[in-house]
């Protein structure tokens, strides 16, 4: 995937898809971890600085993604992964991962058509 970091769109193609992956990650880790006691589930955010890289105009550098513990409260066994909201969120990341990946293909292709290939 080296062509999606070339410029500006590249790089926020290719910090987008970074930080789902993570995400992605971070979620099965908090689903794997449901019964154990202690656990306390985390969250992943990287929109938050890709926003700012979009609307800044500096789409320059990758974004890195933040893992932060999140405020669920906490069940009798000193747990707080939510597995309903887990699971909603696993759903609409694989969605987004969908998305990013068929922006990249689709960019790719144009890339490709553009330099005289056949796409």
Same mark, same amino acid.
Request: proline share 3%; charged share 20%.
């Given at each position: 995937?080296?062509?999606?970091?070339t410029?500006?769109?590249?790089?926020?193609?290719?910090?987008?898809?970074?930080?789902?992956?993570?995400?992605?990650?971070v979620?099965?880790? *908090?689903?794997? @971890? &449901? #019964?154990?006691?202690?656990?306390?589930?985390? =969250?992943?955010?990287? /929109?938050?600085?890709?926003?700012?890289?979009?609307?800044?105009?500096?789409?320059?550098?990758?974004?890195?993604?933040?893992?932060?513990p999140?405020?669920?409260?906490?069940?009798? *066994?000193?747990? @707080? &992964? #939510?597995?309903?909201?887990?699971?909603?969120? =696993?759903?609409?990341? /694989?969605?987004?991962?969908?998305?990013?990946?068929?922006?990249?293909?689709?960019?790719?292709?144009?890339?490709?058509?553009?330099?005289?290939g056949?796409?």
């Amino acid at each position: 995937m080296s062509f999606a970091a070339t410029d500006a769109v590249g790089f926020v193609l290719h910090s987008a898809i970074n930080g789902l992956s993570t995400r992605q990650q971070v979620i099965a880790d *908090n689903i794997a @971890n &449901v #019964d154990t006691p202690g656990f306390r589930a985390r =969250a992943v955010d990287f /929109q938050s600085a890709l926003s700012r890289a979009i609307e800044t105009g500096n789409g320059s550098s990758l974004i890195g993604a933040t893992v932060t513990p999140t405020d669920t409260p906490v069940g009798a *066994n000193d747990n @707080n &992964v #939510d597995l309903r909201k887990e699971s909603i969120a =696993a759903i609409q990341t /694989q969605y987004e991962y969908e998305v990013m990946g068929r922006a990249i293909s689709d960019r790719h292709t144009r890339l490709s058509i553009m330099s005289g290939g056949n796409g």
